[in-house]
């Protein structure tokens, strides 16, 4: 079995404990993966202490070499397709065609991110006294801390470092602890492409090593991905000492149905949303909101969607869906489904895990969808994660904006129909930091993402918005 280290400085280093903590396959518990760095206090120092060094070097250096070094990094993602999306299956149970799709899509963000270095320009402004030339420019914040969750080992880091680095910055990564493999190999293709040491430093291990990162005042800036209680945490303790944050957080995506024609692919594009990864993704479609006179129709189309669901490994070619992440994200899940069950609402299919005994079979759990959901229910507002949809009955339009607006959540939206008032009614009342008309919640590679209330603060990722999040604005007065 493989012992993987840290990367700090330039260098793959032994952590100062000597500790490390074994990973699994969640297809397969009993499997061990590797054995990775338990990092505590001193190595999160360290690896600070490295990118502190290297900040001024790397800021200063012409923004067009940083975007060599970055664009071919990209290019070495792209062509590791196939090797690395085999490691994100391993540790993180997707199918590998997803997999394979989420390194293709990190390459793509990481090429227009690296172009970034090259967009990172100011404006000009005619002065109110003569003889002054006025403009802005744009500067690095210094060292900033990529923290990051296990649902995309690869698209995640790939999202924060690329622009965090084409803005001029050096990094600090901290991914999961469930999908330290995937950073690993990121580190590996980053030091390939020819980043100068201390640039990008990576600390593996678990929340505490975390916790240091955020708590210390060389960290200038926090991107962080991950659930929404962990990221009003780091919210407080940044705004203590004046950070700047990114924060990405979690959501309760509705698909709202109403006046629809095409009932079916609605629901194909519903189901494809709700279930990918097996639900754990922030964007997954959450919840159904459907209009009383179509639900009936709705639900059966839903259910025939999702009997095309094949759960199963996903190294396994005809497999569409893999296990949950963790025995942990199991039993959340299955507590969830519990309650739905032991409710009012009425459960159309799935509900069940399909094995055994999870600890050596795997954590797969059927593909789950409740009808007659309350919009007090907590499958209605709450983040499960999971493979479960829940469809909530409405009157009208009105009912079907206000429940959509009813969780904490305001990250995706999608609504289904051909009215097109209806259209521009959703767009303009859902709260949510992206909104989807006659398809599921896929983004773009370059296009902003992020969320409002609880699921984001701070300037959105991907695309031009990650010059805000990753720079400060000066601006200059000169007198003739
Ligand atoms: P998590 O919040 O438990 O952990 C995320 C990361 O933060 C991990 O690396 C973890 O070690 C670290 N961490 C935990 N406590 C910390 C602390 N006190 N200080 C610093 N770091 C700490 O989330 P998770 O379970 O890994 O991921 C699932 C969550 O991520 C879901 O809520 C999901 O919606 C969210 N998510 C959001 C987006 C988005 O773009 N909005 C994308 C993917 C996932």
Redesign the pocket.
Known sequence: MEQHQNYIDGQWVVPESKKYYQTHNPASPQQVLGKFPASAAADVDAAIAAAEAARDAWGDMPAPQRAAILLRFSQLLADSRNELARIITLEQGKALSESVGEVARAAAEASFAAGEALRLSGQTFPSERPGFTCYTVLEPLGVVAA??????PVV?PVRKIVPALACGNTVVF?????TPWSAVYLTTLLDKAGLPPGVLNLAI???????R??SDVRVTGIS????????I??YE?ASSRMAKVQL????KNPAIVLDCQDLDGAAGEIVAAAFLCSG????ALSRVIVQDSLADVLVQRLLAHMKKIRVGNGLEPETTMGPLVSRQ?METVTAYVRMGIEGEAKLITGGNLLVDDPENQGYFHAPTLFDHVTSESPLANE?I?GPVLPVIRVSDAEQAFQFANSTRYG?AASLFTQNSQLVHEFIKRVKSGMVHVNHGTASQAHIP???VKD??QGAY?IGPTVKEAFTNLKTVYVRW
């Open positions: 923290i990051t969750p296990w649902n995309f995640s901290k991914p999961s602890s469930l291990g678990p929340s505490s090593a975390g916790e990162l955020i962080f991905t991950g659930s929404t209680t962990v990221g945490h780091i303790r990405e957080l979690g959501g754990q993704r922030c964007t994200q983040e994660f990250l993402f992020g969320g699921s984001g990722s």
